[in-house]
Nanobody, 116 residues
Framework: QVQLVESGGGLVQPGGSLRLSCAAS????????MGWYRQAPGKQRELVAV???????NYADSVKGRFTISRDIAKNAVYLQMNSLKPEDTAVYYC??????????WGQGTQVTVSS
């Protein structure tokens, strides 16, 4: 059983910043990739950013230059620093972890609302 617990969402004004955190706990061998996805009302879930165990990253074009993903392997944690937030960033943000066994796990989601 693997649990992913997210924190850090909330309400922020346009141009503001938020930092999301996600920590994995439970019984598992090793995590390969961790990442963040988001789902806005009426839209499909989309990739925001992912980071592999070696440190390589991939970002959605819409967040490049504004968001930064980082990872603490020892803590089985992943973070998303979000700067220059826009109203279109409003969504439920989900943490994802893919194990070396290719099993994929999701967090419960955290709401991010960008509004004045």
């Amino acid at each position: 059983q693997v649990q992913l617990v997210e924190s850090g969402g909330g309400l922020v004004q346009p141009g503001g910043s938020l930092r999301l955190s996600c920590a994995a706990s439970g019984s598992f061998s090793s995590i390969n990739t961790m990442g963040w996805y988001r789902q806005a009302p009426g839209k499909q879930r989309e990739l925001v950013a992912v980071i592999k165990s070696g440190g390589s990253t991939n970002y959605a074009d819409s967040v490049k230059g504004r968001f930064t993903i980082s990872r603490d392997i020892a803590k089985n944690a992943v973070y998303l620093q979000m700067n220059s937030l826009k109203p279109e960033d409003t969504a439920v943000y989900y943490c994802n972890a893919v194990m070396r066994t290719f099993q994929s796990y999701w967090g419960q989601g955290t709401q991010v609302t960008v509004s004045s």
